[in-house]
């Protein structure tokens, strides 16, 4: 049995590097602030001079009351389509707490700052450089579970998103919502992949135009699985709720017109100028990561298939050593440099500022990522018997091993291509990547979770030999708490789970796909079977090689779709190209651009385009006629608010139809006493006319009359 204690937060104090008086006072700080909130707490010790701090609701009014706040700010954004009840009681009944919302709240009151009712805790910042981490506990029995489950399972269902969404918040769950999108669509294109690969071969144009018409589909289609979503989860528009950076410097206060309230601003030409930045950084982006991959590039063609000595079979494999060691190095500069450029446009709102970091992320991948590819689709395939001969640059790497200098010499003429190049390059980023990537990403950390803790086990033992005890164990858990105590400080030394790095992966993945696979027609079968095992990897590395995650939410995967956009425009363009230069049978230009006629070319891309956006266009329209569950549910929800609001206003029978009244006879008396009743009071010719007919139902009869009285008769009609 895996027991929390009911716990909702651990917060990690760690005091390794500061002095006791210092540590003892942000302690005692930090108590505080929690108590401030509502929030109960419970210390024990950690590993490594470090304390655990359990935090639990301590005042459930005051938490009923943060839930009640949270779900009026979220009517009053329009995310939700009614206004919550007045009672917190009753609003609580009526929408049952989900545990991602329940540790959303929570985690708000923790990390908030204090004017938007939070203790302002933010780790390793500023007066709290001593809390590491705040994170919940896992639930392992539902963990289990839910891997058990799941690996049974070929197809999610609407259903096991929504159970991710209820544990985990719907930024994660919106991820797992599109990777199984992704897999479900998939299975067309590897099915049809095959096909093409068995009878249409390599750079087929119908598996071309196919595969080009499959990725509009999946992009547009997806975009109204988000909507579905969004209102499915009661989060459609969420991203109008926004919250203000810390780091947000503004530079003038004003005025708001509209709400009267004093606001903090930095201009946005100002932010615009900074923003411009970005082509420069682009520039550099490109030259760095470009010149580095060209060159491992030209080094591995003069080692492959110019060098002919000693010691072939293990040099080729320096450029990829070099590509292995220097372009992680070089990325991770260029993404710190990234980050410097993000801060300093200084993104008023945290959403804001990691859709910008998101967009500079993307151009270093798409470089590291294609640019290899693209070198030898359009350079080495058209231009290779012209750029090899001034390989001999690379002669050095090869120079210490030759016999003599003919090995190390290029040919001048008559230097043939490798014609199976581009394909052997296509799979091994659409295979062999992909299983070095799951090892990476799965494997590896399992191995280093394993050692660290072998080694943690060896080191107390070595201790307890030798009479001493480690940092933190000098004072013993309880019996009934050490079990749980145990685990609690393993998940402490867990790294935190991105989920952007996941859906980084997803997309990168979609482009190879959409830019290159008319190449390889097989890419799509490989991409379905790694995308069944990464849904399953995925929850196991969230379940077990992670914290747990604390729910954030979304209404979108965010700027990775226009991410998706872009790389399926591009590759409308890039397969086409690709299959023009390799209509000849597939030999392509063979080294020589004689062949390649530029205006044939261009006419290619140009109308490969338009066709794009066309099919674009008719596809996007398409899919806003077809009903969905969510569109449904939103409309239905829509009707119910105006329905509420009339009753509300008018009555619960505001809507209903006029109830009938007790018909009166009309007789001498009752003319009489109308025409008395008029001479009494001054009439109008309007009083005249509307006093006719005293009821909707009298309205009827009279009309009923009339219709009997002029309709013609059937058989002057036949006539």
């Known amino acids: 049995m895996h027991s929390n204690f009911d716990v909702d937060y651990v917060i990690t104090y760690r005091f390794t590097d500061t002095a006791a008086v210092e540590a003892r006072d942000g302690f005692i700080s930090l108590m505080q602030v929690l108590a401030r909130v509502g929030l109960a707490t419970e210390i024990r010790n950690g590993d490594n001079c470090s304390l655990l701090v359990f935090v639990k609701v301590g005042s459930q009014k005051r938490f009923a009351g943060e839930v009640y706040r949270s779900r009026v700010k979220d009517w009053l954004h329009g995310v939700r389509p009614a206004e919550p009840a007045k009672e917190t009681r009753s609003t609580l009944e009526g929408q049952s707490l989900t545990e991602a919302e329940r540790f959303r709240i929570i985690y708000h009151l923790i990390a908030s700052p204090r004017e938007e009712g939070g203790a302002g805790i933010t780790p390793k910042e500023g007066q709290w450089k001593n809390v590491e981490s705040i994170f919940p506990l896992h639930d392992h029995t539902f963990n289990k579970k839910w891997i058990k489950k799941w690996s049974t399972m070929t197809f999610l269902k609407v259903e096991d998103l929504d159970q991710i969404r209820d544990r985990f918040g719907e930024k994660i769950a919106y991820y797992f919502a599109f990777t199984q999108s992704y897999f479900t669509f998939l299975i067309f294109p590897a099915a049809f992949g095959f096909a093409a690969w068995v009878v249409l071969g390599y750079f087929s144009p119908v598996y071309a135009v196919v595969n080009g018409l499959w990725c509009v589909t999946f992009v547009e289609y997806w975009k109204r699985q988000e909507i579905d979503l969004g209102v499915r989860w009661g989060v459609k528009g969420v991203t109008a709720i926004q919250e203000k950076r810390r780091d947000f410097k503004h530079e003038k206060e004003v005025r708001d017109p509209v709400t009267g309230e004093i606001v903090q601003i930095f201009p946005a030409t100002r932010r615009f100028g900074r923003q411009l930045l970005q082509i420069p950084f682009a520039i550099l982006a490109t030259l760095a990561l470009g010149t580095l991959i060209a060159t491992c590039f030209g080094i591995e063609i003069f080692l492959s298939e110019v060098y002919n ?364 006493e109308d025409a008395r009743q008029s001479s009494l009071r001054t009439t109008s010719p309007e009083d005249h006319f509307w006093s006719r007919q005293r009821s909707w139902e009298e309205a009827a009869k009279v009309g009923a009359n009339l219709i009997e009285k002029m309709a013609p008769r059937e058989g002057k009609k036949q006539q």
Not at 430 to 456: C, D, G, H, M, W
Not at 537 to 563: F, H, N, Y
Not at 648 to 668: F, M, N, W, Y
């Open 309 to 672: 000595g000693p010691g072939q079979s293990l040099l080729v494999f320096l450029p990829t050593g070099l590509l292995t060691t220097l372009v992680p190095t070089l990325t991770t500069l260029l993404t710190s440099i990234a980050t410097q450029l993000n801060d300093y446009e200084n993104w008023e709102t945290s959403e804001n500022y990691e859709s910008a970091l998101t967009q500079k992320i993307f151009v270093l991948n798409f470089i590291t990522s294609y640019l290899p590819i693209f070198l030898t689709a359009f350079i080495y395939v058209p231009f290779g018997s012209l750029v090899v001969p001034y390989l001999d640059v690379f002669n050095l790497t090869a120079r210490p091993f030759a016999e003599n200098e003919k090995q190390l010499r290029t040919p001048q003429t008559g230097f043939v291509i490798n014609p199976s190049r581009l394909r052997k390059q296509v799979f091994y980023f659409t295979v062999t990547a992909q299983i070095v990537n799951f090892a990476l990403e799965t494997i590896v950390p399992y191995v280093k979770r394993r050692s660290f803790s072998k080694y943690q086990e060896m080191k107390s033992d070595r201790a307890a030999k030798t009479g001493g005890a480690s940092s933190g164990e000098t004072i013993h858990d309880l019996p009934e708490e050490a079990e749980f105590l145990q685990r609690v400080r393993k998940e402490a030394e867990l790294d935190v789970y991105d989920v952007t790095t996941d859906l980084r992966e997803m997309v990168i993945q979609f482009g190879y796909l959409s830019l290159f696979s008319v190449v390889w027609p097989l890419t799509p079968v490989s991409f379905i079977i790694n995308n069944w095992v990464e849904l399953r990897s995925d929850a196991v590395k969230i379940c077990v090689e992670m914290q747990r995650p604390t729910p954030q939410r979304a209404d979108s995967i965010g700027p990775w779709l226009d991410s998706l956009g872009f790389l399926t425009w591009l590759g409308s363009i890039t397969t086409a190209a690709l299959v023009y230069l390799f209509s000849n049978d597939g030999v392509g230009p063979d080294g020589t651009p004689a062949s390649i006629k530029g205006w044939a070319l261009l006419l290619t891309v140009f109308f490969s385009e338009h066709v794009y956006l066309l099919v674009r266009w008719g596809v996007r329209l398409a899919v806003s006629k077809i009903d969905s569950p969510g569109m449904e549910k939103e409309t239905a929800e829509r009707f119910m608010v105006r329905k509420r609001y009339l009753q509300d206003a008018l009555g619960q029978d505001a809507l209903d139809v006029p109830s009938v009244h007790t018909e009166e006879k009309i007789t001498r008396a009752s003319l009489e």
